[in-house]
């Protein structure tokens, strides 16, 4: 990984420059400074820990910063619940850029909750809160009113896993490649389809689709 000053951080900014204006978000300086620091947080520890397959800055914040930021105008500002976090994905952006929204990022594995923990006190995020924990076990009380899941898993299994972190009334909004539309033909009962989102293309030339699901028993 370059060091902080070289070209490829550089570089690295103006891809989050030109992919933030793709995405129509204007986000202040100081939340687009503390994303970029997210990431040189997190080269180190990639380094050692291998917590994300993406290692070159500019392949970062195409791969996690934008295409976690991509959900963001469709979100509302409800407390938030990133289930599968990682490395902090999409959660921690989500965070950086929603500071008077509460967030918690879920993960099973400690390696990568206890790097979520360590950018979030280094970054300041009074607004995020890590559980390490599987999806089938977490009781949190109240549900979430917006649950949020990232290459987690196909969507029937992942909407039998996670279902019940979703309060009544609120919303599932799973991030999903180009074939989307065919997971939705595994939809569980219990859940209502809402909207199918598609997203720029920021990943790679990917094409991404946000699927936004509901409770049935929504009010």
């Known amino acids: 990984m370059p060091p902080e000053d070289t070209p490829a951080w550089a570089e690295a900014a103006a891809v989050l420059d030109t992919g933030l204006a793709r995405l129509d ?31 070159t800055p500019s392949d970062m914040v195409t791969g996690h910063l ?10 509302p500002a409800l407390r938030l619940l990133d289930v599968g976090t990682g490395a902090g994905f999409p959660g921690l952006p989500l965070a950086i850029a929603r500071p008077q929204v509460a967030h918690v990022l879920l ?16 970054l300041g995020l009074a607004n995020v809160e890590v559980v390490r924990a599987r999806a089938e076990q977490y009781r949190p009380t109240p549900p979430f009113p917006v649950v949020v899941a990232r290459a987690f898993a196909p969507l029937g299994r992942l909407l039998r896993t996670l279902g019940h972190l979703c309060a009544p009334g609120g919303r599932i909004y799973a991030l999903k490649g180009p074939a989307a539309a065919n997971e939705l033909a595994d939809l569980p009962p219990g859940f209502l389809h809402v909207d199918s989102v598609p997203l720029p293309a920021l990943t790679g030339g990917r094409q991404r689709t946000l699927l936004i699901l509901a409770r049935a028993d929504a009010a």
């Open 107 to 122: 993960d099973s594995n400690l390696k990568k909750t206890r790097f979520v923990q360590h950018a979030a006190l280094t």
């Open 66 to 75: 934008l295409d976690s930021l991509a959900v963001l105008p469709h979100l």
């Open 25 to 55: 978000l204007d986000l202040p300086a100081t939340a687009r400074d503390t994303a970029l620091h997210l990431l040189r947080l997190l080269a180190p520890w990639n380094r050692h820990y291998n917590l994300t397959a993406l290692h």
